[in-house]
Nanobody
């Protein structure tokens, strides 16, 4: 059974940092591009970052470039999202998912190309 489990969210002050984790089981991480998405209250889900399995390329939404860093540890079957200099607009539930169609990210990433969504982890930025 394939499962993704996100963790690492929480309450953080503006300017702070978090590292989100996406632990995968039941599949070989190196076979898939992995996307991080987020959904804020009342807003549509948006793709924020993607990690390619084929060539280690990474992609970011303009709103997070320079602040977010995606990485993967295949041995641990985990994909990370380092979030620095958090802003109130980063408040959202963050999800990871595997792109079942590609090993290399195509930006922007599309939710419908992804599966094995986790339950998400809540990030709240507030002073």
């Amino acid at each position: 059974q394939v499962q993704f489990v996100e963790s690492g969210g929480g309450l953080v002050q503006p300017g702070g940092s978090l590292r989100l984790s996406c632990a995968a089981s039941g599949l070989t991480l190196d076979d898939y591009a992995i996307g991080w998405f987020r959904q804020a209250p009342g807003k549509e889900r948006e793709g924020v970052s993607c990690s390619s399995a084929s060539d280690a390329s990474t992609y970011y939404a303009d709103s997070v470039k320079g602040r977010f860093t995606i990485s993967r540890d295949s041995a641990k079957r985990t994909v990370y999202l380092q979030i620095n200099s958090v802003q109130p607009e980063d408040t959202a539930v963050y999800y990871c998912a595997a792109n079942l169609m590609r090993r290399r990210c195509v930006w922007p990433i599309r939710g419908y190309e992804h599966d094995y969504w986790g339950q998400g982890t809540q990030v709240t930025v507030s002073s």
